[in-house]
């Protein structure tokens, strides 16, 4: 049986910051707004086609005048219809979608997928579902109405727990830290080992500098899945670093 191997395409959907103390631990000192993107990962081999996290359309809205005096580097955003577009496909052709975690940049357009199955750790639902959560779950950074969407797809909606295989080859391993259910993605491809990393971590400095990210559940857990990533010898791709781009300048992989 030859090896499953996938092509990752990297799409751009915006420019955008973040607080220091959400990307760098406060220990470091680091409280000034960072410049960050984000991206998205499509997927496609083995006659499948996959998103990991849903992206989200319409960024460029939510920048205030004073946001674009203050960042020369907001350009317009890109929504998910379009980026497919790009490579001649449209929201329908998408048959799985991986879910990293439920922070709202990675499932808010969830109800785009028509076609997909989704697939989230079984952790992460349970954290995010349970009342006695909430507080630490607001609506403004936890939209309902995706997740009770979501909530309401049947068999469409899989939770999974630490390494189930969600396409041929592709599985999703546990790491938490950033959020108490956080997973990442392991795809073979013909460059070798790829592993989206959802926010694991934001920056490459953090795994290549043992930095702990700010936004967290757990220091232990950050730090035991960046030991744990750079043990795989993988391609690793963040989701907020604009280093992507200069490390995979045709913004494919495989």
Not at 106 to 128: G, K, T
Not at 191 to 197: D, E, L
Request: glycine share 10%; hydrophobic share 40%; charged share 20%.
């Amino acid at each position: 049986q030859p090896m499953s191997s996938y092509t990752i395409n990297v799409l751009k959907y915006a420019d955008w910051f973040a607080p220091g103390t959400t990307v760098y631990d406060h220990a470091y000192g680091r409280h000034d707004p960072v410049k960050i993107c984000l991206v998205g990962f499509l997927v496609r081999g083995e006659g499948r086609t996959l998103m990991i996290d849903t992206g989200m359309d319409g960024i460029d809205a939510t920048y205030t005048d004073a946001d674009k005096a203050r960042w020369s580097h907001l350009g317009p955003s890109r929504n998910t219809a379009a980026l497919l577009a790009d490579l001649g496909l449209t929201l329908d052709d998408i048959d799985t979608v991986a879910l990293t975690h439920l922070h709202f940049d990675h499932y808010v357009n969830a109800p785009l997928y028509r076609q997909a199955r989704f697939f989230v750790s079984a952790r992460e639902w349970r954290y995010i579902t349970d009342p006695a959560n909430a507080p630490g779950c607001p609506p403004l950074g936890f939209p309902r109405e995706p997740l009770q969407w979501l909530a309401g797809q049947g068999d469409r909606l899989t939770l999974i727990d630490d390494g189930h295989e969600i396409a041929p080859g592709i599985t999703m391993h546990w790491t938490g830290g950033h959020s108490p259910g956080h997973m990442v993605v392991r795809i073979p491809t013909a460059q070798g080992t790829a592993i989206v990393v959802g926010d694991a971590f934001y920056l490459y400095e953090h795994i290549e500098q043992d930095i702990p990210l700010g936004y967290r559940t757990s220091l232990a857990e950050v730090l035991e899945g960046y030991r744990w990533l750079r043990q795989q010898k993988a391609v690793l791709l963040p989701a907020h670093d604009y280093g992507i781009f200069e490390r995979h300048p045709s913004l494919q992989i495989g």
